[in-house]
């Protein structure tokens, strides 16, 4: 059985983690097949967003193999300069969206928390388990927990590993939407097709923006979208999007 299934959805790429038996846990090798074929869709000009998921409906990811961890000791699924799966450290300029169809705790809840959205199946538990193995969450979890949650429950979820429900989680703003499980892939893909309508190198730009902002003061934010702003005006897309509108018509933008 192949710990990765791959699959192409038009331009979104389906990245699905195969190892229902492990709680779909990555060991050294999954791990490293899932940070190639995400390099090698940032590369693919014909793929637009990938999206993440796992195989069944009772894990996303449960983090580390901890039985390949007690053999040769923890730590290899981590990809050097690119942490977790090849995911939780990577710069990236595609979306990467998660669909959440179980639990995702520790290497797993990193991911996610590293992905663009998150879709989530209804009875979905997540968090950072870490704590229960003598370990934290040191490949993002906590950073991003830092970033994105309030201080008082954020530090209850790295101090004490429980879990929290989806629904908690999109009150907080961490989740995208909560669906359904049966319905969370239809979900997913019918929001990432329709994301893709628009230019996708304005969408790459939007994100690259958002993501260098959360490191900067108000002012220096909006000095660097300012020395965007020219290109951005005057760019291929943004003439076809302001033409398209004026001639009632759907825009016709560059697929690359």
Request: hydrophobic share 45%; glycine share 10%.
């Amino acid at each position: 059985m192949t710990g990765l299934i791959v699959e192409d959805h038009g331009p979104i790429r389906v990245l699905r983690i195969n190892r229902p038996q492990a709680s779909n846990s990555l060991d050294a090798a999954t791990s490293r097949a899932l940070d190639e074929e995400v390099t090698a869709a940032e590369s693919d000009a014909a793929i637009g967003a990938m999206v993440l998921t796992a195989s069944g409906d009772r894990a996303f990811c449960a983090g580390m193999d901890l039985k390949e961890a007690a053999l040769h000791g923890a730590g290899h699924g981590l990809i050097p300069g690119r942490g977790f799966g090849g995911i939780t450290e990577r710069k990236r300029t595609k979306p990467l969206i998660a669909a959440i169809n179980g639990t995702a705790v520790a290497g797993g809840f990193e991911m996610m928390m590293a992905c663009d959205m998150v879709f989530a199946a209804d009875h979905a538990l997540m968090g950072v388990s870490e704590v229960k193995r003598g370990l934290f969450a040191f490949a993002g979890g906590i950073q991003r927990l830092a970033l994105q949650v309030p201080r008082a429950t954020a530090l209850a979820m790295i101090m004490t590993g429980d879990l929290l429900p989806a629904r908690r989680l999109y009150e907080l703003g961490v989740v995208t939407e909560v669906v359904p499980a049966a319905e969370l892939m239809d979900r997913t893909l019918a929001v990432t097709e329709r994301m893709l309508q628009n230019s996708w190198q304005a969408i790459r730009n939007g994100r690259e923006l958002y993501e260098m902002s959360t490191g900067m003061t108000i002012d220096q934010a909006l000095a660097v979208g300012n020395a965007w702003g020219k290109a951005t005006l005057d760019s291929a897309d943004s003439r076809e999007g302001v033409t398209a509108y004026a001639e009632k018509r759907n825009a016709d933008f560059a697929k690359d």
